[in-house]
């Protein structure tokens, strides 16, 4: 099909808006209302489980969209030179992907994040994979919103995105010694579930759930977004184990070896979901791998394999009988027995901490309602004019931050916990072996 049939055009006319249009995504009426999945002590079968045959099939038909999508934006790629368009304020990270810098745009100043991928290093359809992703996963208010202006030098690929001015979970657990306060891993909790659920309707799996991809808007997490679609792919896509195992993935992932791949399921970002939680909570990991010999995943295990629970392990002491719960099903070892994300939404009003039992924690009232501070929203005529605007009617290019830290190279040095288990560093890897481009 060439550039100008109809229906690519037309195609490309919903992309700028950053949309998956709705005669391939079907659109949910409500994230508010979970279904039910089978608790860990129970069997699953049917559509019981966190994926199921209808979300196979819609990822073959997302995957042709995807591929139409590519082929318009890679037929329509802007070539200039960086200079041209942008000024570089400094450098907000770099690795293998690239470099993330703060941009400035000439013709109207509005402050951005330039993702830039060196063409030595990066396919073209890596780059309008990931790109064409997130710049379709934009409409969602905890998604991190892509502008649609994707380009090529002579040597780069590069995209800008908007900036999150309060750095990301890293930055600010690294004061704090115990975790975060629990009113703001809620607050967390609320808005990733919400992004996951979206995600996963339109059976993409987001691949690296961790606390240097959720960025911030304000230091007390009233508005949080998950960003670096670098990994995302449809449910159904063979990938491998990553190399050097973090504490995230789930043990059906950490087996693997050699050339063995596993089907990407949403059940690997809702475990990952949870241990990214018990982080927030704790200010370490729960362990170093999830696998054996590794100790505090082996008495996790057993833990978990129960019929009746009895005493949590380690670490996990701390949380009441509530949050116990719902991390028992967040991160169930059969990753059929998973729950989806967004019935965290569930245990919200509940106490997470032992020690806050007894204390009122609030509801998903005031205390928990998302915002986007006023301090980082622009005027509307302010806004990029290579940005698009969501059916919501949130224009792209309205948050403007003075910068963002995320992608940083550097490591975060906390302080351990009690029982030496690792803590939360930053992480520079960006090895996937394995990738389906």
């Given at each position: 099909m060439t550039p100008g049939q109809t229906e690519p055009i037309a195609q490309e006319r919903q992309v700028t808006t950053g949309e998956w249009p709705d005669t391939v995504f079907p659109r949910d009426s409500s994230l508010t209302a979970p279904a039910e999945k089978c608790p860990p002590d129970q069997g699953c079968t049917g559509e019981q489980g966190t994926s199921s045959a209808g979300n196979l099939e819609d990822a073959e038909d997302n995957e042709e969209f995807l591929e139409q999508l590519m082929s318009i934006t890679s037929h329509n790629l802007l070539q200039l030179e960086v200079e041209d368009k942008y000024s570089i304020t400094k450098e907000l990270g770099s690795g293998s992907y690239g470099h993330v810098l703060h941009v400035q745009q000439r013709e109207k100043g509005t402050p951005m994040a330039l993702k830039l991928m060196p063409k030595e290093r990066t396919g073209r359809?890596?780059?309008?994979?990931?790109?064409?992703?997130?710049?379709?996963?934009?409409?969602?208010?905890?998604?991190?919103?892509?502008?649609?202006?994707?380009?090529?030098?002579?040597?780069?690929?590069?995209?800008?995105?908007?900036?999150?001015?309060?750095?990301?979970?890293?930055?600010?657990?690294?004061?704090?010694?115990?975790?975060?306060?629990?009113?703001?891993?809620?607050?967390?909790?609320?808005?990733?579930?919400?992004?996951?659920?979206?995600?996963?309707?339109?059976?993409?799996?987001?691949?690296?759930?961790?606390?240097?991809?959720?960025?911030?808007?304000?230091?007390?997490?009233?508005?949080?977004?998950?960003?670096?679609?670098?990994?995302?792919?449809?449910?159904?896509?063979?990938?491998?184990?990553?190399?050097?195992?973090?504490?995230?993935?789930?043990?059906?992932?950490?087996?693997?070896?050699?050339?063995?791949?596993?089907?990407?399921?949403?059940?690997?970002?809702?475990?990952?979901?949870?241990?990214?939680?018990?982080?927030?909570?704790?200010?370490?990991?729960?362990?170093?791998?999830a696998m054996s010999p590794d100790p505090q995943y082996e008495g996790f295990g057993i833990w978990q394999n129960r019929t009746v629970p009895g005493e949590a392990p380690g670490l996990w002491k701390g949380f009441s009988t509530h949050a116990l719960d719902m991390f028992r099903r967040l991160m169930a070892i059969d990753p059929n027995r998973r729950s989806p994300a967004i019935e965290v939404h569930k245990y919200l009003p509940l106490p997470w901490r032992v020690?806050?039992?007894?204390?009122?924690?609030?509801?998903?009232?005031?205390?928990?309602?998302?915002?986007?501070?006023?301090?980082?929203?622009?005027?509307?005529?302010?806004?990029?004019?290579?940005?698009?605007?969501?059916?919501?009617?949130?224009?792209?290019?309205?948050?403007?931050?003075?910068?963002?830290?995320?992608?940083?190279?550097?490591?975060?040095?906390?302080?351990?916990?009690?029982?030496?288990?690792?803590?939360?560093?930053?992480?520079?890897?960006?090895?996937?072996?394995?990738?389906?481009?």
């Open positions: 359809r890596e780059f309008l994979r990931e790109y064409c992703i997130a710049l379709c996963l934009s409409s969602h208010h905890a998604l991190l919103r892509t502008t649609s202006s994707a380009f090529e030098t002579s040597t780069h690929y590069g995209f800008t995105q908007e900036l999150a001015p309060a750095g990301d979970l890293c930055t600010i657990l690294n004061s704090e010694q115990d975790g975060l306060p629990e009113m703001q891993v809620k607050r967390c909790a609320a808005q990733l579930a919400e992004a996951l659920d979206f995600m996963h309707s339109k059976a993409l799996v987001h691949r690296d759930i961790k606390l240097d991809n959720v960025l911030l808007f304000d230091k007390e997490c009233r508005l949080v977004k998950l960003g670096d679609f670098g990994l995302t792919r449809l449910e159904g896509t063979p990938v491998a184990a990553m190399s050097g195992t973090l504490p995230y993935s789930p043990p059906e992932l950490c087996v693997l070896e050699g050339t063995e791949t596993l089907a990407l399921d949403s059940s690997l970002d809702v475990w990952a979901f949870g241990v990214l939680l018990f982080c927030l909570c704790t200010g370490c990991f729960p362990w170093d791998v020690d806050t039992c007894g204390e009122t924690q609030g509801s998903q009232g005031d205390s928990l309602k998302v915002e986007e501070p006023e301090a980082c929203l622009g005027s509307p005529a302010e806004a990029d004019t290579d940005t698009g605007s969501s059916p919501q009617g949130n224009r792209l290019g309205q948050i403007q931050p003075e910068l963002i830290v995320s992608e940083k190279t550097h490591t975060i040095q906390m302080q351990p916990n009690p029982g030496s288990n690792p803590t939360p560093q930053k992480d520079s890897r960006q090895a996937e072996p394995g990738l389906q481009p």
